[in-house]
């Protein structure tokens, strides 16, 4: 069974502060995305990334998937509290299916 | 354009009573998926329909069944419900039947079985 294990689980840091979440597995996926859900609503998209060691920003988010897409990180700089909530990354396998790990839940503390 | 919507959002039911719960995908799309979320377990795919055809499926019981119409709207159904059904039900729809459209999610049906 294809895991995508994410750490850590939980983090609660001070807004203005740097911080990492990451998303591994033994197995390799041909794409990997990152998800953010909000309190009663379903996850949003925020990025795919296709090619092992790409890199990918968004304002103050940067994405990066392993060389081996096997893995990959989340850095969210100068944290706000607009960006509390559950990040889920997700991974494509061979049969065209989507796993999901089961999230790290941020808080940013204003 | 209108997102993805779903009904109902909550739902209360007891063990082994039956459940359907709806999504209407977003216009224009054809493809629709259904996802399990519990804290336990995270996400799980359950299936995917595309031009009424399920085109794939999850590891869950055939408790767990589903349809799309041709409209592309798509019904869940749950029969014999069991407490570890309890869960945020989301459906997504996309544009293709390609593993790399973007998936847009509604907000879930959030489903207690007591």
């Known amino acids: 069974t294809q895991l995508l294990e994410q750490s850590p689980q939980f983090l609660s840091i001070q807004e203005g502060e740097n911080l990492t979440v990451y998303c591994n597995s033994s197995s390799v996926f041909s794409s990997l995305q990152w998800y953010r859900q909000e309190p009663g609503e379903g996850p949003v998209l925020l990025v795919t990334?296709?090619?092992?060691?790409e890199v990918k920003k968004l304002k103050r988010l940067t994405f990066q998937f392993g060389d081996a897409r096997k893995d990959s990180s989340l850095h969210i700089t100068a944290a706000q509290p607009g960006d509390t909530g559950l990040y889920l990354c997700a991974g494509l396998n061979r049969d065209d299916k989507i796993i999901f790990g089961k999230g790290t839940r941020l808080h940013i503390l204003p | 354009k209108a997102g993805v919507t779903q009904t109902p959002r909550y739902l209360i039911k007891t063990r082994g009573q039956q459940v359907t719960l709806s999504c209407s995908p977003i216009?224009?799309?054809?493809?629709v998926s259904w996802y399990q979320q519990t804290p336990g377990q995270g996400l799980q795919f359950l299936f995917e329909y595309f031009s009424e055809t399920q085109r794939n499926k999850g590891n869950f019981p055939g408790r767990f069944s589903g349809r799309q119409f041709s409209n592309s709207r798509s019904e869940m159904n749950v029969s014999t419900l069991e407490l570890g059904d309890s869960a945020l039900y989301l459906c997504?729809?996309?544009?293709?039947?390609?593993?790399?459209?973007?998936?847009?999610f509604g907000p879930g049906t959030r489903l207690t079985v007591l």
């Open positions: 990334v296709v090619t092992g060691g």
């Open positions: 997504a729809s996309s544009f293709r039947h390609k593993s790399t459209d973007t998936q847009y």
């Open positions: 216009s224009g799309h054809r493809s």
